[in-house]
């Protein structure tokens, strides 16, 4: 994510760092189902996401405003949306209805513009039906990851020719991040969640005054 944001500030969007980034984003949400599956109050913990989506996102503009005319929502708000998703999709007991609730969240992602859209959503909710359901099916969950990843690649691989090897690298940078996440033994992790909380806000208030002080000197 430092990585990812780091090139977005001060070299551009598409560079070597980028590609690192976007590792980040599918082992958040993966790390999001794992929190939400192990959480002894998920009110909480989805609270607790929304606090920090509201708390970031001033800091997330004012990095934008770097770089980008247009806004969106950060990924905290993505990553809240999940869990809104799951958790009805744990709460709904009709099939039809729990699809229908899923596509309802992800078209909502869209619309209110956060940060990777229904992509995000779908990621999440991926993670979550297989590691429910079919916690022993992790080349299944692979192939689904790496399905939708496609389907978010592809329209701007063809739409933008001159672009292409760009996003695919970012498809395929994407993809790595099944490495780590299927390496993940089942084990909880050193508890230090407020710091990575706290990092997202900083990390993004550090790169925008240094990308200020830069273009001012």
Not at 23 to 34: G, K, L, M, S, Y
Not at 60 to 68: G, N, W
Request: net charge positive; charged share 10%.
């Amino acid at each position: 994510m430092l990585c990812d944001h780091t090139g977005d500030a001060l070299i551009g969007h598409f560079s070597f760092l980028n590609l690192i980034g976007r590792i980040a984003f599918p082992i958040f949400a993966f790390q999001i189902v794992q929190g939400y599956m192990h959480t002894h109050n998920i009110k909480k913990y989805a609270l607790r996401l929304f606090i920090f989506a509201f708390i970031s996102q001033i800091p997330f503009m004012l990095f934008l405003s770097t770089f980008y005319d247009s806004y969106y929502l950060n990924v905290f708000f993505t990553l809240f949306l999940g869990v809104i998703c799951i958790y009805g999709f744990d709460k709904i007991k009709n099939i039809y209805l729990e699809i229908l609730f899923a596509i309802l969240i992800c078209v909502v992602a869209n619309f209110i513009h956060v940060d990777y859209g229904a992509y995000g959503i779908a990621v999440i909710f991926v993670f979550y039906i297989f590691n429910k359901f079919w916690p022993n099916k992790k080349s299944l969950m692979c192939l689904a990851f790496i399905f939708i990843t496609v389907l978010k690649y592809l329209p701007n691989i063809i739409s933008y020719p001159s672009l292409y090897i760009y996003y695919v690298g970012y498809m395929l940078f994407t993809c790595i991040s099944l490495i780590p996440i299927c390496m993940y033994n089942g084990k909880q992790g050193s508890k230090v969640k407020y710091l990575f909380y706290a990092f997202y806000p900083v990390h993004l208030l550090l790169l925008y005054f240094f990308n200020f002080a830069v273009n001012d000197f």
